[in-house]
């Protein structure tokens, strides 16, 4: 599951923090993160370094008390995350036709990272799901044009494609494993599983434009690769919360195997699926 992944201890705490923490209070004991990722070959060192330029960054946020140090999700970080919960773990919101913006200030590079399609000059297209417009910019609604599909080149779909198709073939074993064998993960592994999930599918989800069905090509990847992630994602998490209630400390103490926000979260995806 692991080979050829490139797990920057950074961002791999963002996700543990996102999936896991934030859900159950939001602070994670230190000893708990080293303990976790040292499963994944992220050493304490490696640990401590990530930890140091995330609070720098104003992702983490810091307390101690006695000789413990905890840590939680920064207001804006926990926001980020909070609004991509909503994608990574429940439907997919509808599409009531088309953005077209006129953003002088907005360079191409900051549109791609909005998801925006490139029109050229300081014009973008995106579904339209009813997204606030950027400062400054001026925004049109339109409807499907006759063929949706001339739209998707303002996209670079292909590397999304790629990126799915690998998210697929990498979990395609476990899937297979666990159907032959349902306990064949250890609690701890199957935690480790889940967060890797999480981690990999939120990469490659927040990058994708979510484009209309009629817009997308044929063959697109991405609807499998949903499918896959609600199913293992529901498939390890009872194990997955057994190791948390065992091992995962927060400034009151162990954190609790569930809550009402897991249980949403299990909802949403039991509904997507």
């Avoid at 001339?150 to 074993?173: H, I, N, V």
């Amino acid at each position: 599951m692991l080979d050829g992944l490139d797990l920057r201890a950074a961002a791999f705490i963002v996700t543990l923090y996102g999936d896991v923490v934030v859900p159950r209070g939001g602070v994670l004991w230190t000893g708990t993160l080293i303990e976790f990722c040292a499963r994944l070959g992220i050493n304490e060192s490696l640990v401590r370094t990530a930890v140091s330029r995330l609070v720098a960054a104003r992702q983490l946020t810091g307390e101690r008390q006695g000789r413990r140090s905890y840590y939680r999700l920064d207001a804006s970080a926990r926001a980020e995350f909070d609004q991509a919960a909503g994608l990574l773990y429940g439907p997919d919101l509808p599409v009531q036709g088309w953005q077209i913006l006129h953003a002088p200030g907005l360079t191409e590079d900051q549109g791609r990272k909005l998801r925006m399609g490139h029109m050229g000059g300081p014009v973008f297209i995106r579904p339209d799901r009813g997204q606030p417009v950027p400062e400054g910019a001026m925004m049109l609604r339109a409807g499907d044009p006759p063929d949706p599909s001339a739209l998707a080149g303002f996209w670079d779909l292909s590397a999304l494609q790629e990126r799915y198709a690998a998210m697929l073939a990498r979990f395609a074993p476990l899937i297979r494993l666990l159907a032959d064998a349902p306990l064949a993960l250890s609690d701890a592994d199957a935690l480790a599983a889940r967060v890797v999930l999480v981690h990999v599918w939120r990469q490659v989800l927040l990058r994708d434009p979510r484009l209309p069905q009629a817009a997308l090509p044929a063959g697109w990847q991405g609807h499998a690769a949903r499918a896959l992630f609600g199913r293992l994602y529901l498939h390890l998490t009872p194990a997955a919360e057994r190791h948390i209630a065992a091992r995962f400390e927060g400034e009151d103490g162990a954190l609790p195997a569930t809550t009402p926000a897991c249980a949403a979260r299990h909802a949403g995806l039991i509904g997507a699926h």
